[in-house]
């Protein structure tokens, strides 16, 4: 079983910057894939960027690739993404999630383990 906490979400102006993290329970978090989703109202959750468990693979939505940066610490169980250059509508509320898998699924129902989200609002 693996609990995830988010945090560092808030309000931020456009092209500011903000870097949330997603800390982890449980023994096993370095054999998980990390991803971050975010959902907007109204619209489904999606993609933004996701890293496996070795940190050798990254991914990244073309709507956030050279703005995001997803990274890990696998010693803390945090995994963090860094936001630059954001933008009003990158306004969401931000999930991780996580899977025990070798690969690096880019699809939510591919995650077992998701946090309670936090709140990321761009002022224009």
């Known amino acids: 079983q693996v609990q995830l906490v988010e945090s560092g979400g808030g309000l931020v102006q456009a092209g500011g910057s903000l870097r949330l993290s997603c800390a982890a329970s449980g023994r096993t978090f370095s054999r998980f894939a990390m991803g971050w989703f975010r959902q907007a109202p109204g619209r489904e959750r999606e993609f933004v960027a996701a890293v496996s468990w070795s940190s050798d693979s990254t991914y990244y939505a073309d709507s956030v690739k050279g703005r995001f940066t997803i990274s890990r610490d696998n010693a803390k169980k945090t995994v963090y993404m860094q936001m630059n250059s954001l933008k009003p509508e990158d306004t969401a509320v931000y999930f991780c999630?996580?899977?025990?898998?070798?690969?690096?699924?880019?699809?939510?129902?591919?995650?077992?383990?998701w946090g309670q989200g936090t709140q990321v609002t761009v002022s224009s």
């Open positions: 999630a996580a899977r025990p898998d070798p690969r690096v699924p880019v699809h939510p129902g591919e995650y077992d383990y």
